[in-house]
Nanobody, 126 residues
Framework: QLHLVESGGGLVQPGGSLRLSCATS????????IAWFRQAPGKEREGVSC????????NYADSVKGRFTISRDNSGNTVYLQMNSLKPEDAGIYYC???????????????????WGQGTQVIVSS
């Protein structure tokens, strides 16, 4: 049984940086696409970024382009989300999600992911 565990969230001032990690257990990552989603209080969950099985394809929400970078270490079974120049509107619970997809595809459509982590909270405040 595959499990995803997010970490790296916390409190950061506007303009600061955080690096989120999504670690997997129970399976390897090399045939999967992984995505990060976030949900702010009172808002719907939205896609942030995704990466394909080998890291050759990445997609980003317009709101984070140029500030966030997704990467993966398949040997370490971990996907990262480097978040720079954080804004208050980036705050929320960040979730990573998984689905089997051994090709160049990834998507920010939530319904395409079958396994989700429990989330890690990001607070952006001065």
């Amino acid at each position: 049984q595959l499990h995803l565990v997010e970490s790296g969230g916390g409190l950061v001032q506007p303009g600061g940086s955080l690096r989120l990690s999504c670690a997997t257990s129970g399976s390897t990552l090399d045939s999967s696409m992984i995505a990060w989603f976030r949900q702010a209080p009172g808002k719907e969950r939205e896609g942030v970024s995704c990466i394909n099985n080998r890291g050759s394809t990445t997609n980003y929400a317009d709101s984070v382009k140029g500030r966030f970078t997704i990467s993966r270490d398949n040997s370490g079974n971990t996907v990262y989300l480097q978040m720079n120049s954080l804004k208050p509107e980036d705050a929320g619970i960040y979730y990573c999600a998984w689905n089997w997809r051994p090709d160049s595809y990834c998507t920010l459509t939530q319904g395409r992911y079958t396994i989700w982590g429990q989330g890690t909270q990001v607070i952006v405040s001065s």
